[in-house]
């Protein structure tokens, strides 16, 4: 069965820090890869997303995801971290072969610290 | 932009009461999808439809139904609350295999 692990429940980082957010992904078909963000009481933004092509990813508010076939990794990374990227980030993955539902990863909360 | 709209924020209901959860999106997307989101466990998906009145069952449809009688409306019915169905409730809509657009979520809580 398809999954997605997201292996740190929380990060700390400091303000003006560079972030990378992990995720690996076990799925039998090439996948559809995805980044969401959910702030505090509010739904999920969509980050970035992979479907084929360049394998790194460019996304809004300055993140960017690397697909690795070989690791079966998904990596989101920004080179600078504002207190504003407070949030909880969640990796999603789909498939054709299970008819493009989304599934999620448990999440990662990221602490800015000042 | 898409809009997925879900008419509650917050709701309180008793344990056994039939509660219902809506969402309506305005973009004519073929696809709707409810998931239910829980600390540390993600977000699990509970049903989703590729066209009107198609459902299928996600990971989790234990408790619930569903219902999609017009393209833009997707219904989450509880037939009879129960406390572990406390939870944050997510709708989403997409086209095809594009990335998916998500309501503000409804917080639920059984008593």
């Known amino acids: 069965a398809q999954s997605v692990t997201q292996p740190d429940i929380h990060i700390t980082v400091s303000e003006g820090a560079s972030l990378e957010l992990r995720c690996n992904y076990s799925?039998?078909?090439?996948?559809?890869l995805f980044w969401y963000v959910q702030s505090p009481g509010q739904g999920l933004q969509l980050l970035l997303k992979?479907?084929?092509?360049?394998?790194l990813v460019q996304g809004i508010k300055g993140f960017e995801a690397e697909f690795k076939r070989s690791q079966s990794s998904f990596n989101l990374r920004k080179p600078s971290v504002h207190w504003s990227d407070a949030a909880e980030y969640f990796c999603?993955?789909?498939?054709?072969?299970?008819?493009?539902?989304?599934?999620f990863g448990a999440g990662t909360i990221l602490r800015v610290k000042s | 932009d898409v809009k997925v709209t879900q008419s509650s924020r917050y709701l309180v209901k008793r344990t056994g009461e039939k509660v219902f959860l809506e969402c309506v999106q305005d973009?004519?997307?073929?696809?709707m999808f409810w998931y239910r989101q829980d600390p540390g466990l993600g977000l699990r998906l509970i049903y989703f439809?590729?066209?009107?009145?198609?459902?299928e069952k996600g990971d989790i449809p234990e408790g619930y139904s569903v219902s999609r009688e017009k393209k833009e409306r997707f219904s989450l019915i509880l037939e009879s609350a129960s406390t572990n169905q406390t939870s944050m409730y997510l709708c989403?809509?997409?086209?095809?295999?594009?990335?998916?657009?998500f309501g503000s979520g409804t917080r639920l809580t059984v008593v």
């Open positions: 999603a993955v789909a498939s054709m072969e299970y008819g493009n539902k989304l599934v």
């Open positions: 992979y479907f084929s092509g360049d394998t």
């Open positions: 439809s590729y066209d009107v009145k198609m459902k």
């Open positions: 799925y039998g078909a090439t996948p559809y």
């Open positions: 973009m004519d997307h073929e696809n």
């Open positions: 989403a809509s997409s086209k095809a295999n594009y990335g998916y657009t």
